[in-house]
């Protein structure tokens, strides 16, 4: 469960270059538990190097009756944060602290709770410096006198400390990936979701899946950043294959935090299909900024999967249609992005509409499925020849034919070598029949007797 935060209230201020960040930042503010009781803007195209705002407008902060905080969409620097708190009696929190205060809530592993502690301490590091240096520069000087004693032992604890973090993040990162390296020689395909906080991915992950268990579901709020870890879970209708759920994104994340989570979009970059997750509610421009974002944090990190864009929430009667979509995204990307894009495939994660045609589209990405037949004999290696073909096949009958077992199925075209040697192995041969039915157009018959090649 995400605990519900206390209510802490607060002035959201800005000037009028940080615009565009306002309505994001709203929505981070009140997700961390923030309540704006009032908006200060302040026309101004460039920041005050030390105040942000004029100092003006910090004065009228400081009147602002009943509030304890200041917001800011603006990443401000240490030096900034420190005058406007101390002008102002406010605590000053600009966008990347509220996001931190955000993971630092939600963190429910201990893996998630090293990345955000890692991310935590990166931050604050130069912005307690500056407090340490502004609040000691009149004391005296010498040992316990404050001044840059306080600031070098500060340093020194907490880079001891994220030098041991990074040191266990690096382990936990080399597990995922001998797990990730296991199922690759097992066969398996891995299906990731990702996309922007809030889309409905987690949603989406539990429509995915094979095993319907509620207990076992990934948890779905309204909240942004509810998701902050991964799980890796079967996914239904598509045999060995793994899905993903994963952290969203957010615009202009600093590299120092990628960083933290690095192991995390890891599980997306190495997947062979992306699901990218788009919320269709947002206004037109925000919509084609955040998949612009998104396409390029999985460009950053050399996604090497197809990325099927998943229009989600169609269940909504205001979500505009899949053409009036099409001509969005097409005239707002950058063509190098828009090329990122494997297929467009349009869901109701929380209806479950159309997730058997999204499941048809991956596997479409895995390649076409070749029908296949194969008869083998009652032996102790037949019937190993049998169990490996169904761990991989789609849709395998067994039967027993006189002294055989007959085995029929839909298998991925790379196992059809290592399917065919097996059943010779043992004795079998393997009979193919043409594509039967609508649904199996796409299905590729093997077109001549394999026995004994
Ligand atoms: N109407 C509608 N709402 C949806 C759909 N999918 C998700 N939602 C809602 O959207 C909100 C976010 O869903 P989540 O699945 O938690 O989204 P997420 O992308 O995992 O979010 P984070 O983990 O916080 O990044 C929840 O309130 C869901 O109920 C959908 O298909 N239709
Ligand atoms: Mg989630």
């Given at each position: 469960m995400v605990p519900i935060p206390e209510v802490k209230k607060a002035v959201l201020a800005w000037i009028s270059r940080d615009d565009e960040l306002v309505p994001e930042m709203r929505e981070l503010c009140s997700s961390a538990g923030y309540r704006i009781v009032e908006e200060v803007r302040q026309v101004k195209d460039r920041p005050d190097p030390k105040f942000y705002f004029g100092s003006g407008k910090v004065s009228e902060l400081s009147e602002i009756e009943d509030v304890e905080y200041m917001l800011t969409p603006a990443d401000l620097t240490p030096p900034q944060a420190y005058s406007i708190s101390k002008a102002s009696g406010l605590v000053v929190l600009d966008r990347i602290r509220v996001i931190l205060e955000l993971f630092k809530e939600r963190a429910s592993t201990p893996e998630s709770r090293l990345q955000v502690e890692l991310a935590d301490l990166h931050h604050q590091m130069p912005i307690i410096k500056e407090y340490i240096h502004q609040g000691t520069l009149t004391e005296r000087p010498?040992?316990?006198?404050?001044?840059e004693y306080m600031v070098d032992y500060y340093y020194e604890m907490a880079r001891k400390r994220m030098a041991r973090i990074r040191k266990e993040l690096a382990l936990t990162r080399k597990a995922r990936g001998q797990k990730r390296a296991l199922r690759k020689r097992r066969g398996a395909r891995t299906v990731s979701i990702a996309g922007y906080t809030n889309a409905g991915k987690s949603t989406l992950f539990n429509a995915l899946?094979?095993?319907?268990?509620p207990l076992r579901s990934a948890e779905v709020s309204?909240?942004?950043?509810?998701?902050?870890g991964t799980t890796t879970r079967k996914m239904s209708g598509i045999r060995n294959c793994m899905v993903t759920d994963t952290v969203g994104f957010i615009r202009d994340l600093p590299p120092w935090l990628v960083e933290g989570f690095m192991s995390t979009l890891e599980e997306v970059f190495l997947s062979d299909v992306v699901l990218l997750v788009v919320d269709p509610l947002d206004p037109d421009d925000m919509l084609v900024r955040k998949l612009a974002d998104s396409l390029k944090v999985l460009r950053n990190g050399s996604t090497q999967g197809k990325v099927v864009l998943v229009l989600n929430k169609a269940d909504l009667p205001c979500v505009r249609s899949e053409e009036e979509f099409l001509t969005l995204v097409k005239n707002g990307l950058d063509p190098a992005l828009l090329a990122m894009i494997s297929d467009i495939v349009r869901v109701s994660a929380k209806d479950r509409t159309n997730i058997d045609g999204l499941i048809h589209a991956i596997r479409q990405l895995f390649g076409p499925l070749v029908r296949f037949k194969a008869v083998v004999p009652q032996t102790e290696i037949g019937f190993e020849a049998v169990k490996y073909i169904r761990e991989l096949s789609e849709e395998s009958e067994e039967g027993f034919v006189e002294a055989d077992i007959e085995v029929s199925g839909l298998l991925e075209e790379r196992w059809v070598v290592p399917v065919t040697r097996r059943i010779i192995e043992a004795g079998g041969r393997v009979v193919i029949g043409p594509p039967s039915t609508e649904d199996e157009k796409g299905l590729i018959p093997i077109s001549h007797d394999m026995k004994g090649t």
């Open positions: 010498g040992f316990l006198g404050g001044g899946l094979a095993d319907d268990d309204p909240m942004v950043f509810t998701t902050l």
